[in-house]
C-alpha cells in the first residue's frame, strides 16, 4: 500500500480506501473478514455513507479493536432511521443519526465529519440555516469531530463553499464519464471540475474519490459512455493522477474482490495506462495536458506529465507547486523539441511548445 499526506491534517491516507454503499448485502461473516482483510492489507481510510444501516455494526465488529489506526469519513445528513440511506436536513434527525452510527461503529469520535451531499446553492443554505453546520463545529470543538469534509458532486458549489467554510477533506466524484460530460452526475464542465482538483491541491485539501467507475459503468462496455470498458486499475490510476487526489474509494464485498482491488500495485504501467481516453474527450478537453504521462519515455528525460501539474497548479496560484518545479533534477529547460511527446499525446497536446511556454513562465 502506498500513502499520501493530507497536507490540511498531517495524516498518511492510504490510496485505496473502502466505500460502504453495498458491503451490507455480503455474508456478514464475509464481510467483517473483507473488512479485516483491507485493514491488515493497509487500507485505513473508510467511507461510512453507507447505503443500509446493516453496514455500521460490520465496521464495529470488524475494526473496532483497532480503532485508532483507522480513518472514517461520517456525514451528517445520512439518515437511517428507515434502515436504507436517506437524507435529511432536519437537525434532531442528524443528532439522532450521528449518535446510532458512533453507537454502531464502537466508537466515540468522528477523523472526517462531512457537510453532506451539497448538490445544489439552496443545500448549503438549508443547512446553514438548519444549525447543521454550527453543530458539526460544537462537536469539533469537543473534540468528537477531528476534521472538516465536505461531499458534493457540483463544482460550483463546491467552490462556494470552500469560500465560506475551512475544510479538510472533500468527497468528489472522479472518473473519466464525469469529467468529460457523461452521467447523472456529470455536473460542471471540464475546466470546472479541473479547476476543483487544482484549488485542492493549492489549498492543501485532501479529496476522497467517490464512484471512481460510474457506478460500474466505465467497466461494462455496454454501458460505457465510451463504448469501451476501462479496467478498474485504469480508473483508479486515473484518479489518482488528478491534483489534490488522497484516496479512492473503491467497494468490495469479499475478501476476493479486497484483494483484486489491492492488485492494482502489482499492474504494469501498460496495464494502467488510461489514455485511450483520449479518442472520447470532448472538444474543450483538446489540448490539454491530464498528466497520463503516456508521452513517456521522454527523450530528454523529462517527466512530462509531471512538469505540467506544476505548472498549472503555479498558475492557480500554488505557491509550493512552483517550489517543487525549481527543485526538478530536469525541467522544461531540457526540451529538445524532438516531437516524440507531440506525436504521442492522446489528447493532442503541443508538449514541445508548451514546454517552452513553461519554461518561459519559471524564467520570467
Given amino acids: 500500500m502506498k500513502y499520501r499526506i493530507n497536507q490540511r491534517t498531517g495524516e498518511r491516507v492510504s490510496e485505496i480506501g473502502m466505500g460502504s454503499a453495498y458491503l451490507y448485502k455480503a455474508n456478514r461473516k464475509e464481510a467483517v473478514t473483507a473488512l479485516r482483510t483491507a485493514y491488515e492489507s493497509g487500507i485505513n481510510y473508510y467511507d461510512l455513507a453507507a447505503g443500509h444501516g446493516k453496514a455500521f455494526p460490520l465496521w464495529g465488529e470488524a475494526l473496532g479493536d483497532v480503532r485508532k489506526d483507522v ?68 462537536l469539533k470543538d469537543a473534540g468528537t469531530v477531528r476534521h472538516i469534509g465536505l461531499s458534493s458532486h457540483t463544482p460550483a458549489v463546491i467552490q462556494q463553499i470552500l469560500d465560506d467554510v475551512p475544510v479538510d477533506m472533500l468527497m468528489f466524484s472522479v472518473n473519466p464519464a ?143 507547486a512552483a517550489e517543487h518545479y525549481r527543485k526538478l533534477d530536469k525541467n522544461a529547460s531540457g526540451c529538445i523539441s524532438c516531437g516524440h511527446c507531440d506525436r504521442r499525446c492522446p489528447f493532442h497536446v503541443h508538449q514541445s511548445e508548451r514546454m517552452k511556454e513553461i519554461n518561459a513562465y519559471f524564467q520570467s
Fill in 178 to 320: 464525469y469529467d468529460y460530460g457523461h452521467g447523472e452526475f456529470a455536473n460542471g464542465g471540464v475546466d470546472e471540475r479541473m479547476a476543483v482538483y487544482r484549488r485542492c491541491e493549492k489549498d492543501g485539501i485532501g479529496i476522497s474519490v467517490m464512484k471512481p467507475f460510474s457506478g460500474g459503468q466505465m467497466l461494462d462496455t455496454s454501458q460505457s459512455p465510451f463504448r469501451q470498458a476501462l479496467t478498474p486499475y485504469q480508473c483508479i490510476r486515473y484518479a489518482l493522477d488528478k491534483p489534490g487526489v488522497l484516496t479512492v474509494l473503491a467497494g468490495a464485498q469479499s475478501v476476493a474482490e479486497v484483494e483484486h482491488l489491492l492488485a492494482y500495485y502489482d499492474q504494469t504501467e501498460e496495464m494502467l495506462d488510461y489514455s485511450v481516453i483520449g479518442n472520447f474527450a470532448p472538444v474543450e478537453a483538446s489540448g490539454k495536458c491530464v498528466y497520463c504521462n503516456h508521452c513517456r519515455p521522454c527523450p530528454a528525460g523529462l517527466d512530462i506529465g509531471l512538469i505540467n501539474k506544476y505548472y498549472d497548479l503555479a498558475l492557480a496560484g500554488d505557491g509550493m
Fill in 71 to 138: 480513518l472514517y469519513q461520517i456525514h451528517f445528513g445520512a439518515d437511517y432511521s428507515n434502515g436504507e440511506y436517506g437524507w435529511s436536513l432536519d437537525l434532531d434527525t442528524v443528532k439522532r443519526s450521528v449518535d446510532w452510527m458512533l453507537g454502531q461503529l464502537k466508537t466515540d469520535y468522528i477523523d472526517y465529519g462531512f457537510i453532506h451531499c451539497q448538490d445544489e446553492a439552496s443545500d448549503w443554505e438549508t443547512y446553514r440555516k438548519h444549525g447543521i453546520y454550527d453543530y458539526i463545529l460544537s
